[in-house]
T-cell receptor
Framework: DGGITQSPKYLFRKEGQNVTLSCEQN?????MYWYRQDPGQGLRLIYY???????QKGDIAEGYSVSREKKESFPLTVTSAQKNPTAFYLC????????????FGNGTRLTVT | GQQVMQIPQYQHVQEGEDFTTYCNSS?????IQWYKQRPGGHPVFLIQ?????EVKKQKRLTFQFGEAKKNSSLHITATQTTDVGTYFC????????????FGSGTQLTVLP
């Protein structure tokens, strides 16, 4: 969706290194989410944040960390503790309306070797 | 706990044939959303269903929410090559109005 920027599109790292994925939005949406997608599979929630300086773990938070210091930004750090970090990472935003749809960025494809 | 199954996992159709994907829940859902993800792309919101027995149409796409709000379907009439992609249902995580859980998706291939 226009207004959500994920960078970079492709990212390569060596095993044992931490890496931070960027997600910036100018939609003025309150909530932001990080999902992970593995080939041929659905989306699994890593972390989400409903307001600045607050975030909650999703289904697969182990090995990941986030921060929400600004409304516009929700960076995701993939730490060396994440056993299988190679995946497609999607950031999404949601406005303040209950049950409103998610708007996704274009994603970052992370490869760790 | 809540379990939602999306079927089929894969579907290959000849162009012009119809296609249907289903999401079936073990518990009542407050609402359900449908998304489409083109190959190499990101999920894009299609529609939300909230009411029991609701039916919504978008051109060749028909979305239904079951009377018991445990089942939903997406039907495409006369598929086109532009319909290729993976279709996901998404539903609220129990006890959360915001956290969405995604079904495993149905990957549609349309053969010309």
């Amino acid at each position: 969706d226009g207004g959500i920027t994920q960078s970079p599109k492709y990212l390569f790292r060596k095993e044992g290194q931490n890496v931070t994925l960027s997600c910036e939005q100018n939609l003025n949406h309150d909530a932001m989410y990080w999902y992970r997608q593995d080939p041929g599979q659905g989306l699994r929630l890593i972390y989400y944040s409903q307001i600045v300086n607050d975030f909650q773990k999703g289904d697969i938070a182990e090995g990941y960390s986030v921060s929400r210091e600004k409304k516009e930004s929700f960076p995701l750090t993939v730490t060396s503790a994440q056993k299988n970090p190679t995946a497609f990472y999607l950031c999404a935003t949601q406005d303040g309306t209950i049950n409103s749809p998610l708007h996704f960025g274009n994603g970052t494809r992370l490869t760790v070797t | 706990g809540q379990q939602v199954m999306q079927i089929p996992q894969y579907q290959h159709v000849q162009e012009g044939e119809d296609f249907t994907t289903y999401c079936n829940s073990s518990t009542t859902l407050s609402n359900i959303q449908w998304y489409k993800q083109r190959p190499g792309g990101h999920p894009v919101f299609l529609i939300q269903l909230v009411k029991s027995g609701e039916v919504k149409k978008q051109k060749r796409l028909t979305f239904q929410f079951g009377e018991a709000k445990k089942n939903s379907s997406l039907h495409i009439t006369a598929t086109q090559t532009t319909d290729v992609g993976t279709y996901f249902c998404a539903y609220p995580f129990p006890g959360s109005a915001r956290q969405l859980t995604f079904g495993s998706g149905t990957q549609l291939t349309v053969l010309p």
